[in-house]
């Protein structure tokens, strides 16, 4: 079975930076993961992708987060950042980690989710 194991939000005023973690973790180990992403999710609207990060280093973002929020990958620890700057109010949200395409030594999984971390932003 693979989880994904969600930590760094909390509360923040506007103006202010978090980090969040997110670390893939399998019985007998992990050989690969295409992609991991952070999707966020505000009440009321639907679940969005703000950033995404392959196995070969390209990225991908929300226009709404280009240039404050980065995301990063430690493949040998399987494990995804986003580091988030200059937050807002709008960027208050349950964030989520998710991955797709995890290969274990004894199985494959098409995708995978955390179970959420949540950031607030003061303004």
């Known amino acids: 079975q693979v989880r994904l194991v969600e930590s760094g939000g909390g509360l923040v005023q506007a103006g202010g930076s978090l980090r969040l973690s997110c670390a893939c973790a399998?019985?007998?180990?992990?050989?690969?993961?295409?992609?991991m992403s952070w999707f966020r999710q505000a009440p009321g609207k639907q679940r969005e992708l703000v950033a995404s990060?392959?196995?070969?280093?390209?990225?991908n973002y929300a226009s709404s987060v280009k240039g404050r929020f980065t995301i990063s990958r430690d493949k040998a620890r399987n494990t995804v950042y986003l580091q988030m700057n200059s937050l807002k109010p709008e960027d208050k949200a349950r964030y989520y980690c998710h991955a797709d395409q995890i290969a274990t030594k004894s199985a494959r999984y098409l995708e995978v989710w955390g179970q959420g971390t949540l950031v607030t932003v003061s303004s």
């Open positions: 399998a019985s007998g180990g992990i050989t690969s993961i295409n992609v």
């Open positions: 990060g392959t196995s070969t280093g390209s990225t």
